[in-house]
């Protein structure tokens, strides 16, 4: 049965500040699980410390909130004990790139079948917004007393240097492309990151929703509008890697994904830079290991008899840590 709007949204009250590009991020997932072929009682919502980290009471799925900067090894714990979930975890900029910076770069090293959320807003705005790691150096936003003295993380290039074989960017505010951009995201077979342009109305007044929709900057001929957030795959870009392109190939494509990335001012390049599905995900290297994996996952396995002893036997792992026996 198809799922309504209503079948993903719980009752619990909102209180993200007016305005917030949170409320954009929440409304755009929602409408993605009602239009994704997914049981909605088969989706986990990993959550951490940050406004964002609310979202996961008000999406009528299995939500876990966990530690700060430790959403992604939960969610990759949750994926590789039970690969039958969709698994989705979602971060803030602090949150995803700050404290769990070590986490966001082994994760992809492992290449797990789940999509990662990140509202970027520059800030840390459930703290009172001090300098997030994605801040540009030399900002002074309206909380900071002097200009912000760190560069900045370009989360694109990261995610392309630690091994994300989905890499996107998305606006809060245009519902549409960030709702199929998650559902791309989801549907990819390994680690697909969603870098989300997100406003805070509250404490970031530099990179504002007037910034992004070019409110502030107005044509003098028409007095409308000039947007800065564009989709680079309108302009005919291609994020695929393909199995048939060169070692030469790929490297131009990630050339290329560094150049666009790096974009920003009058121009910001939203869409998605990257994607290849011919890197093996970490369940298919589990099960060059373990063949009976995917059939025998670590959820579905009995660890205690009725008699409430371990069901595990050991006997040949031990023997393989036998020396000179």
């Known amino acids: 049965m198809a799922l309504k709007l209503a079948d993903v949204r719980t009752d619990l ?9 949170d409320f954009g991020i929440e409304a755009s997932l929602q409408m993605a699980l009602t239009e994704m072929n ?15 980290g609310k979202i996961v009471h008000w999406t009528n799925a299995f939500g876990i909130h966990t530690l700060h900067g430790r959403t992604l090894p939960f969610a990759q ?15 803030g900029d602090g949150d995803g790139y700050g404290i769990g910076a070590g986490h966001f770069v082994h994760s992809g090293r492992r290449n797990v079948d789940m999509t990662y959320i990140v509202h ?5 705005g459930l703290t009172k917004g001090q300098a997030s790691p994605t801040q540009k150096l030399g900002e002074q936003t309206k909380s900071l007393p002097q200009p912000n003295i760190n560069s900045a993380v370009n989360p694109i290039m990261l995610a392309l240097a630690a091994g994300y074989t989905f890499i996107a960017r998305s606006y809060a505010f245009d519902n549409r492309h960030l709702k199929d951009t998650i559902k791309r995201a989801v549907a990819h077979r390994g680690l697909a990151l969603v870098d989300v342009l997100q ?23 028409t007095h409308r509008p000039v947007p ?3 989709d680079i795959e309108k302009t005919g870009y291609n994020p695929l890697i393909t199995t048939d392109m060169t070692n030469e190939d790929v490297d131009k494509k990630t050339l290329e994904v560094i150049r666009i990335s790096n974009e920003w001012g009058d121009r910001i ?10 890197v093996p995900t970490y369940e298919d290297r589990i099960m060059r290991r373990v063949p009976f994996y995917l059939d025998q996952p670590p959820a579905t396995q009995q660890i205690q008899l009725q008699n409430k002893k371990s069901a595990v036997d050991l006997s040949s792992l031990l023997k393989e840590l036998t020396i000179g026996g």
Do not use: M
């Open 13 to 21: 009250h909102n209180d993200w500040c007016s305005g917030c590009g």
């Open 38 to 52: 997914v049981d909605i009682h088969r989706v986990v919502i990993f959550s951490g410390i940050g406004c964002h």
């Open 77 to 91: 714990g949750a994926k590789l004990a039970n690969p039958g979930l969709e698994v989705i975890a979602i971060s």
């Open 120 to 124: 970027d807003n520059g800030v840390y």
């Open 199 to 221: 406003p805070c109305p509250t404490y970031n007044d530099i990179e504002t929703k007037a910034f992004y929709s070019g409110e502030d900057r107005p044509d003098p001929s």
């Open 228 to 230: 800065r957030v564009y």
């Open 269 to 278: 390049p939203v869409g998605v830079f990257y994607q290849n599905e011919n």
